[in-house]
Every structure is written in structure tokens, then in C-alpha cells.
């Protein structure tokens, strides 16, 4: 076997199709959108186009779509932006324990500015502890984050039944939803659920890197982040990544129109690699929702007595990529904030390895990657006893 | 046009018998780091050295800068000993620190030449006056000059310069023979192969790569390592050796809280192989007396027992803060930080032995770890050769 990815949450490998549209985009389509002749106007069409497939996927207005440059961008802006545009209703705001550092670093800095962050936790899957959103929400919350599909664990978060208690308890709150790991995977319709705020990144459906976007609710006022042009309606200056918008566009279309048949193909790998694990090696646990409240493209399992980072690097010698927790945080102090937060015990935490499938992996990769570690693990648990 | 350099050495110059074969070596180590460049000539006169270029000297000053032995080097402008061809010489001279900006200088002469008829006080006044009237901005301060022109009389020719960039001093890299670096990824070891490499020890590094317990990121710092090295040296002759199957066979045979020994007593081994290979007549080690459990006394002297070759440690002084210092002088501190674990990291047992008695560790240690393993380590080494990462290859 020549290479099993799984590591697709970290990032996929961009589509054929996006790829060719990519080149196409870059070689011909060269265009600055915002000149005023032939050329630039083929770039502003082009541009619009990908804000129509973004749209079309969440059932909104192709104006609520904003470019920016991945989803770290969208998020950074989303709250940010909005917590100062609304200071004067109030200062307090609510997450989870489990967001993206993307998220929870702006937090931090929001706690600096003087806001109040309620950090809401999780149960031992992964998943919002809805009392505890309950208690925190009040008339003085202006902004509340919760992301859609847990990137470590897969976690999926009760959407509906937090906008039952957002309309209850603070129904002028700003619900901002980070989805990058379930856009065009799953269905999400902002304005049937009232989310304001929703941010999307490129290259982890199959699309380029350095590209994603915000869907603003029409009518909700963010401060911009970026100054400059006026790009984007003044809300996100800078000249369009052209190429990228088109790549994000035309992957988030291909994603969306296979998401059926895609899902019911990765919730058997997933099914598949964990029965197979949890049968042939002993001491082996998911972590995570297995059933349909987790995502079916994302498996975390916990090797007790193995180092994660070891097996990682032993699967690596056998062409298999996976990750440890998050590969944004991969390389700061051991031990996830979200297997924390979802209360596990030390040794858990230290042999987490996460799997994450993409449409293109088979049935014989997931049964090679059993066979690998079925040989690796009992290996390595023998030597780092 | 031709340029000139001057290039002053330090401790070469104290040698007695032997200071032509020093000043030999820190010839050839100039025009090593010097190649590729417009060199037209090195000569050299009693303590001090001349190198003339045919353009480039700001590349050229800089790659000077990292030659083991020389203590500066300056851009230098030569005149016939003729006072008014000084003077000239000096006007030039000191236009280039009015166009950078000084404001204040001084006039220093040295007249090792007493045929030259004028004394240096005379010298240094009449240059400074000429400076005065022919370069607008400058003026005169004694006490403390932005810049001091420097003028030397010599037997030849009068030499002025006003720049002086250090370099790192210690001895001509090659002069005291090779050894063999046992390189982390840590902190420390490269530290102590920069030392050893000051006082004219050439270095081999050796890596041990524990993949999977290290990952490839673990490698490559020490890559990275070796090209900050290489800018004192020119190339790095990088051996990795893969440890893996070794470090498992140490571990199938118990022993916790002798495994970091076993551990080093092989690293020993092997590096002292490579330093057969190399003609290597030493090996260098990062260790630190008390850092850690195997940098005791007696671990030092059990895990030294297993090679001929003496094993210098040029940290074994130094603090950790004065190693990190040196560390982040060099280059190498943010580099040697990176997050990735090294093969001593690892395994570290819970309780190791900070006492080991050498005969009980040879009775462990023996059968432990199979000749033939060593072997293979060795003939599956990996070669590389590394240059300075200003190179850009």
C-alpha cells in the first residue's frame, strides 16, 4: 500500500476538478475584480459565482457570503468584529471548552479587553452541556460561538436545541457557528436555525488553502478586521484571492452534491477501522459520540500505554497519516483541550490518535491501517511500559 | 578596483616554532570561506594578515567574520608611506563613515616603522586637520569618537581603517586534528561542538535517529543544527545513525534504571566507530556535570569506559543559563528549542541509576546488544553533507 491519508481534518488533498479550475482561474482569469475593464470584470463574475455555490449550500443570499482567508480569519472576525460593534449592549459572552484555538484565543483577548467569556463544558462525548448553556445565557449575553463538528472528536452540536434556548434566553445574542469542519459535509441552513455568523474554510473540503468565508446574517453589523479598498462591501478589504474563491466555490458545490452517498460511505470506514481496532487489540477506546451525534469522518481512539505521537510516527513508517488531537496545537504541551474537557484520564489523553477519512479512502486502506495496528501497537505498549 | 581587508588573528600570534603551520591553516580556512568570491590575493606580514578582493567585500568581511582564529577584520585603505599620500588615503577613508551617518572621530597612529621620519602624535594630527578641512560633517572628539580612524606604519606601506567586525577568535579550525560530535537536537551539544571547534578541533557530528520514538522534525533540527556550524566550517559531514533497533534491544532486556547507561554506552560505541573512520582522535559530548542522572561522576566514567579515545566535555563548567546564553550567541538556541523530542528524551526511566558500579553494569550490558546490531547501525548510517544555511542549499 503506497499511502493511506487520514488526516483529512488536518487538511485534503485539493480535487482534480478544483485543482484544473485553479490553474485556469490563475493563468486566464487573471483579472483584478475591482478594475474597471473586460478583464477585471471576468474576475468579478468569477467571484460571484463562488459566492452563489457557498450560498446555495446554506440556503442563504449570495450577499451574506464574505471572502477571507481561511477559516482562522472568519472566526477571528466573527467575534471580534462583532463583540465591539456590539459593546454597548453589553460584555458578556458565552463559547464552549472544546472551540478551535481560532476561536478561543479571541476569547482570551476579549477577557483582556474587559469582556466576560463563559467557557460552557462538555459531557464525556464531546458534546454541549445544554443546562450549563441554559444557566449562562441571560438579556446581558451579545455574542455566543459554538462550533458545528468538534474537529478532534467529531463530536456533532445540537444545533436546534441550542437555538430553542438561544430564542428562549437571549434572543438578542449574536450566534455565531464555527463549521469548518462540517460545512458541505452536513446539512446547516442558518436561517431556519437564526445563526448570524458562520465560517467556512477552503481547504478542508477538498479545496485550496489561504481561502474561506464568513456568512453574515443580512442586516447584522460586524466591524470590519481588515481596512483598506473596500473589497467585499467594505467589510473585507484586500484584492479577492480569485483563484482561491473559485477553488472554495466549485469544492464546496463537489462536496455538497456527494454528501449522501459520501456520508454513508465514511460512517462505514469509520465503523469499520473502529470495530476492527477495538476487536483485534485490547484496550482500545473511542472517544467521541459513535453514534449519529458524531461526525462520520472523524474517529478518535485512545491507545493506553502508547505515546500518540509514537504511533503517529510508527503508522507514518507504514504510509499511514493520522494526527494527534489537532494539528494546529499538535506541537504545543501534550494533552488536548478537548480530551480534557471531556474529563479523560491521563493515560487517554497521551495515546490519542485521530483519524479523519475523506470520500476518496477505501475499504482496503482502513483494513490495511487495522493490520498496522494491530502489528504496532502491542509492539510499542511492550517497549514503553 | 581592488579592495583590501585586514585581517588581525589573536591567539596564533603567540604560537612560537609552530606559528607558520597556524598561520598556514588560518590562510587556507580564509580562502575556503572565502571561495566563489572575487579573491585576488591573501599575504601576510608579522601579525597581521591582507586580503585583497576584486569587489564584494561586504560578502567578503562577512564570511570572514565566522573564521575560527581571526579576531576582526576591517576594510582598509593602503598608501606609499608619503604623509600626504596618508592623508589622501584618510580623506577616502573617512568620506565612508561621514556617508554612514558618524558625526565625531579620532586619529590613532602606530609607527612599528621608525625609518618613517614623522612621529605618530604628528601623523595622527596633521591626518586629523586634512580629515577636517576635505570632509564636511566630521568633527573632532578625543574622548569618545563615534569613530576611530586607525593608522598603522608599516615597513611597506602605511594601512587605514576605520571598521573593525569581530570574528570569533579561538584557533584555525584543523589545527588541533578532528573529532566526533555526538549532536541531540538539545541545547547543549552544540554548544560544546562550537567550543571544541574554537580551540581547532575539526568536528564530525553523529545523530542517533530513534524513528519512531523520534520523529523525521527531530532529524531535521539537527540538520539545521549542523548548518549554523557549517558557517565556521564550510561543510558539515553529518552521520545519522539509526538507533531504533538498538534502543529496543536495550529495552527487551530490563534493567529500567539502567537503560539511559546502556543507552549512552552504545552511543559511545558507535561514535568512537565513526571516529575510526574519520581519523577522529576524540569524541565531544554536551554533558554538563550534575545536568542529569547520567551526567554524574561515576555515569560519566562508566559510559566513557567503553571507548579508546578521550571524551572531552567543554561544558562541563559552565551553568545551564551560561549555555544558554552562549546557545542563543550562536544561533543555535531557537533551533535546539523546537518542540520535537530527541532519542534522550524518550526513554527516561522513572528512577535511574545516578551510581552505577562499572562492573555490574558490564554484566548487565553484556549479551544485551549483539555485535552484529552495532554493525548494521553503522553500515546503515546516512551521510550528509551540509553547508551553511546563508548558502541557501
Redesign the interface.
Known sequence: MAEVYLDNSATTCVHPQVAEAIMTALRENYGNPSSAHRRGQAAEQAVKKARRQVAWILRAEPGEIYFTSGGTESNNWALAGTAQARVRQGKQLITTQVEHPSVLEVFRRLEEQGFTVTYVPVDEYGLIDLEALAAALGPETTLVSIMYVNNEVGSIMPLADIARLLKQKAPQAVWHVDAVQGFAKLPLFPHDLGIDLISISGHKIQGPKGVGALFVRQGLRVKPLILGGGQENGYRSGTENVPGIMGLGLAAELMWERRVEAGAHLAGLKERLRQRVQAEIPAVYANGPQDSRGAPHILNLSFPGVKGEVLLHALEDKGIYVSTGSACSSHQAPGSHVLKAMGLVPQRLDGAVRFSFSPDNTRAEIDYTADCLREVVPELRRLMQ | MEQLILARYGEVGLKGKNRRFFENQLIKQMEQALDGLPLKGITRTYGRIYVTMAGEVEEALRRLSYVLGLVAVSPTQSAPLDLEEIKAAAVRAMQGAAAEGYTTFKVETRRPNKAFPIKSPAVSRETGAEILRQVPGLTVDVHSPQVTLQIELREQRAYLYWRQLPCPGGLPLGVSGRSVLLLSGGIDSPVAGWMAMSRGLEIVPVYFHS??????RAKEKVVDLCRVLARYSGLVKLYVIPFTKIQ?AL??GGREDLQTIFMRRMMMRLAGRVAEKEGAGALITGESLGQVASQTLPSLAVTEAVVDVPVLRPLIGLDKQEIVKRAQDLGTYSISIR?Y?DCCT??VPRHPETRPDPEAVAVKEAGLVAAELIEEALTEAEILFITSDWEGS
Request: charged residues 30%; without cysteine.
Open positions: 524513528f519512531p520514538f523520534t520523529s523525521d529496543t529495552r527487551e518542540p523530542d524518550v526513554f
